[in-house]
């Protein structure tokens, strides 16, 4: 008669396998890259409905042009993936001499993913 408990993964073939350790920073880099990319996004469709909402109150010079890039959906999607673009570069040149979490609230991580390949063979 064995002395292992019988609730150990070895006696119980329904549990399924775990993870091994070297999967954890995969998981880490996913979020800090779905972080760094949604974020940025968020920043970028506020700035343009600042935009939209300052173009009534700025002077006729500049409200008119406003309101032509902002009343089309496509130029105000233009005008939304620019600004995502303009802020996503800009806070990645100066989030090196900035606070840790102005970073973090600007660009939703304060860390950079790193990206590994995958040595895995497929089936």
């Known amino acids: ?3 292992e408990h019988p609730t150990t993964a070895e006696r119980r073939p329904d549990l399924p396998p775990t993870d091994p350790p070297s999967t954890a920073p995969e998981r880490s880099d996913l979020v800090t890259s779905w972080l760094r990319t949604t974020v940025p996004t968020i920043w970028g ?19 008119k042009p ?48 790193t990206y590994t390949r995958n040595l895995k063979s497929s089936p």
């Open 66 to 113: 406003l309101a032509s890039a902002l009343g089309d959906e496509s130029t105000a999607l233009l005008v939304t993936v620019t600004a995502v673009a303009v802020w996503h570069a800009a806070w990645r040149r100066v989030e090196a001499h900035v606070p840790r979490w102005v970073a973090r609230a600007a660009l939703g991580s304060s860390r950079r993913p």
């Open 1 to 3: 008669m064995s002395t």
């Open 45 to 63: 469709a506020t700035v343009t409905a600042i935009l939209a909402a300052a173009g009534p109150h700025l002077p006729a010079w500049a409200a």
